[in-house]
């Protein structure tokens, strides 16, 4: 699989048959519409693309995120979502047998997938729960965290639905999964195990549960969702409607590196050019051009579409930090925002 941006002469609606959509920051952000984002996902149906909803929070089960998103216009059923907390459950399943006593620190979304996965839900580590499974909802508070840190000194198994340090919210971004996590390690010294991406674990069980040919991810955050994506082997589309920016596409490690970029959910339905090498070292995107000199970024403007000088950018970057040369961040502007 190339480590860099690849191109499609046709719509990635048209090239990929399923597509694994992130939620916040993608679909919606918070209780917010994301412009294009119904009228993108619904043309790419039209194209033959199916879509499964694939998403960190653990909080909400599968049925209230349908909901949710069909309330926006992207019409959804239930089966069509695949959260943190069904990969959670998952995870428990590879050490514990069924009927151990799990303490559930959550929402309902995590509570309800793991008594659906065969185990008993306490909610005091004076239960003696063989694991703690963790997931974000809005409702967690100290005393839930104190008693899974309670649990996890005396021998429970940590498990975190995800790490995701920060939450998109129509306000700005909140506290994630991952900062609360991040309390009841610093009181326990104990790395918890994840199910969440970067884990490609629910790509891997979207895809069997749909059955697919050519799988694209499409997320918002490269150190989860795009991550995950190069980590499970599929192709990744980064969206600039959420937490990454243009900047941190150029930035990226070779491990979050997405393969395709777009504005927004539009870029379902539109060709990508592949950013080819020029004689004089310049990387050029249709009208966009950018190069690495003496360690800086150089772009040359002109009149080139925003996305492609992104992609000019990238290919130009990544190139040069593969080669080992140096690339000063403080030459990376930010560029296109959706």
């Not at 519409?33 to 089960?61: C, K, Q, W, Y």
């Not at 995950?228 to 959420?242: C, E, F, I, Q």
Request: hydrophobic fraction near 45%; proline fraction near 5%; charged fraction near 20%.
């Amino acid at each position: 699989m190339s480590a860099g941006l690849i191109g499609s002469s046709t719509p990635l609606a048209e090239h990929y048959d399923l597509a694994l959509v992130d939620l916040d920051g993608v679909a919606y952000k918070g209780h917010e519409p994301i412009d294009h984002a119904a009228d993108g996902l619904t043309s790419a149906r039209g194209n033959g693309m199916r879509l499964v909803f694939v998403t960190n929070n653990a909080s909400r089960e599968p049925e209230s995120v349908a909901a949710q998103l069909t309330e926006l216009g992207i019409a959804t059923r239930a089966d069509e979502v695949m959260t943190a907390a069904q990969a959670a459950a998952q995870l428990l399943r590879t050490r514990l047998p069924e009927g151990s006593r799990v303490l559930v620190v959550g929402g309902a979304g995590l509570v309800t997938a793991v008594r659906e996965a065969g185990y008993q839900v306490v909610d005091s580590a004076d239960d003696e729960p063989e694991a703690v499974a963790q997931g974000f909802a809005p409702e967690v508070g100290w005393a839930q965290l104190a008693e899974a840190a309670y649990a996890i000194e005396r021998g429970a198994w940590h498990v975190a639905s995800n790490l995701d340090l920060s939450l998109p919210t129509a306000r700005g971004f909140a506290p994630g999964n991952g900062s609360l996590v991040g309390a009841v390690r610093a009181a326990t010294g104990v790395v918890p195990d994840s199910a969440g991406k970067p884990s490609s674990t629910m790509y891997d069980m979207a895809v069997e549960r749909v059955g697919a040919r050519q799988v694209l991810v499409i997320g918002d955050r490269l150190d989860t969702d795009l991550a995950g994506a190069r980590s499970g082997g599929y192709d990744g589309l980064h969206v600039l409607t959420g937490v990454s920016s243009a900047r941190d596409d150029i930035l990226a490690v070779p491990g979050e590196r997405p393969h395709f970029i777009g504005a927004d959910l539009r870029a379902l339905l539109e060709p990508h050019p592949a950013p080819g090498r020029s004689d004089d070292g310049w990387w050029v995107c249709r009208e966009a051009s950018a190069r690495v000199t003496d360690g800086a970024l150089e772009l040359g403007r002109g009149d080139a579409d925003a996305i492609d000088l992104v992609r000019a950018a990238c290919a130009a970057a990544w190139a040069a930090v593969d080669a080992g040369d140096d690339l000063d961040p403080g030459t990376v502007p930010e560029l296109a925002r959706s």
